[in-house]
């Protein structure tokens, strides 16, 4: 296993910081990434900040990001994909569906889907709600 230095991982992680891009195509080596350092998206629906996309070395995709959602608004309707997910409510108020039934969620609450399960989410409340998910397909 090739070990990285402390001045190879900083040098790697500040050119992808620079560039202004995500983590994508080689396996990324480990990381520490604060929010105010990962550029964010301006979205009709709030702000979207990607952590993470691309292989690892045990995984053959893996996305880590967060969602601040405006007031009612949901970043998509209701979908399915390949990835296996994690979404972790930090801050408001909402609803998430998950195959067709809605449940109310707030500040610490955690939901788990499998590849191709129907989920979504909805702010419901009357200030921004912010989620993180982590999505992977297994290598």
Not at 5 to 16: E, K, M, N, P, V
Not at 40 to 47: K, L, V
Request: aromatic share 8%; hydrophobic share 45%; proline share 9%.
């Amino acid at each position: 296993m090739m070990e990285l230095d402390r001045r190879t991982l900083l040098g790697t992680l500040a050119g992808i910081l620079a560039a202004g891009t995500t983590m994508e195509a080689a396996v990324f080596p480990p990381f520490l990434l604060n929010s105010e350092r990962v550029p964010s998206e301006a979205h009709s629906f709030g702000t979207l900040r990607t952590y993470c996309s691309g292989p690892t070395a045990g995984l053959k995709n893996l996305v880590i990001g967060s969602i601040i959602l405006n007031p009612a608004q949901q970043p998509h309707p209701p979908h399915t994909h390949p990835d296996e997910e994690i979404l972790i409510v930090a801050e408001g108020a909402g609803e998430i569906t998950m195959n067709g039934a809605a449940t109310k969620v707030i500040a610490g609450g955690v939901m788990y889907v499998p590849p191709n399960y129907l989920h979504g989410i909805v702010n419901t409340g009357a200030a921004p709600l912010t989620f993180y998910f982590i999505k992977w397909i297994a290598g």
